[in-house]
């Protein structure tokens, strides 16, 4: 059942692959290797069709889809961050991983994955297969960008500088 | 602006510099409120990137910055009143040329009293924020120690006296140490995996 379950996402727990069932998109970079992401011969042909602009990209860095779980949002929300996100779609993996297998007809009643992952996840570019597609937007980018710290201290960097010299040529000159 | 301009203790003298240099002036103004609208971004700011160090201190610490940042906002309304009183309009006629100059230098005095109250505040948060630069691991501890320093010599404004005698002392050490942070903020940001990871763990305690 295990390996029934693995195939059609061509991506398993050894692979460092998560599946979640969420409803909120990240956008993010990742590496992709050419050993994962392999779709095997029984995956389903969804799945295959939605994993296929990435099986067919050279290995390397790109700007890739990641939903977020509404705990992983819960999460980033209360200040925690990558380990805590991973949790949770640990957590949901168990469960988006037990999809139903129709023997009848040969198909999967979950909705065909999509390939994500993110450098926040894990340093070592663990990788994460999310169920379902959505679409990148400004939103997005946004968020993404907001959410850098070193960024965050650049741009406070900037204020606290402006702040000293506007008071200085305020005060002295 | 008020440095070149404010003779101190001469109304006349302040009145006549305010009068002959009225862009100077308004310039002036238009700059402590540009500081006071940076200032309070960077509070705001400095609270996002300072929470996993600790989320109470760090929202306390953006309290009281912004306290310091209204009180002194509002003292600005004290800088711009010389203008007004000087400004030579008909209601102003009961009072004689030397009241109206005395007024305008008393507001002065105020706007410079209201500066000092919101330097305390300043100290406060600069001593919350040093603290919490010293407990995180995204930053160095040096310009905690340093932030820490600073805060405390704005402290000696709750006493203004003191205050204003080691007034040269405090703000090139206040300097230095806002000097050192801000360049490390522009070169360096923070340590992003160690901010992520104190964020992480401030998360898991809650």
């Known amino acids: ?173 | 602006m008020s440095g070149r301009l404010v003779v101190n203790g001469d109304a006349v003298a302040t009145a006549t510099n305010i009068l002959t240099h009225r862009g100077l002036f308004q310039l002036g103004f238009a700059m402590y409120l540009i500081e006071m609208a940076c200032q309070i971004a960077m509070t705001a700011l400095f609270y996002d990137l300072l929470k996993p160090a600790g989320k109470s201190v760090s929202l306390l610490a953006a309290f009281l910055g912004f306290a310091g940042c209204v009180i002194k906002t509002f003292s600005c309304v004290f800088f711009i009143a010389p203008l007004f009183v000087l400004g030579g309009a008909r209601y102003l006629s009961v009072f004689s040329a030397e009241q109206l100059q005395a007024l305008a230098l008393l507001f002065l005095k105020v706007n410079d009293h209201g500066a000092a109250i919101a330097l305390v505040f300043f100290g406060f948060y600069a001593l919350l924020t040093g603290y919490l630069i010293l407990r995180s691991t995204f930053l160095p501890r040096i310009l905690g120690v340093l932030s820490v320093l600073g805060g405390l010599g704005w402290l000696s404004f709750l006493y203004p006296p003191l205050g204003y005698r080691l007034f040269p002392y405090i703000a090139a050490f206040g300097l230095l140490g806002a000097a050192s942070l801000i360049l490390w903020l522009l070169v360096f940001g923070v340590n992003e995996q160690r901010w992520k990871e104190q964020a992480s763990a401030a998360g898991e305690r809650q």
């Open chain 1, 1 to 173: 059942m295990d390996e029934e379950l693995r195939s059609p996402h061509g991506c398993s727990a050894g692979d460092g692959g998560y599946a979640c069932n969420c409803n909120r998109i990240d956008v993010t970079r990742i590496r992709v290797s050419e050993s994962r992401f392999r779709v095997r011969r029984s995956s389903g042909s969804s799945c295959r069709q939605l994993m296929k602009p990435w099986l067919h990209r050279d290995p390397g860095s790109f700007l890739i889809r990641r939903r977020l779980t509404t705990q992983g949002l819960a999460a980033r929300g209360a200040g925690r961050h990558a380990l805590s996100e991973m949790t949770c779609l640990r957590q949901l993996v168990t469960r988006a991983l037990a999809p139903t297998f129709h023997p009848t007809q040969k198909k999967w009643s979950f909705r065909a994955p999509i390939l994500v992952a993110s450098e926040s996840l894990s340093s070592t570019n663990h990788l994460a297969l999310i169920i379902g597609g959505t679409s990148m937007s400004t939103g997005v980018m946004t968020q993404r960008i907001e959410t850098s710290p070193r960024l965050k201290g650049r741009i406070i960097g900037a204020f606290y500088l402006l702040t000293i010299l506007t008071g200085i040529f305020a005060q002295v000159s």
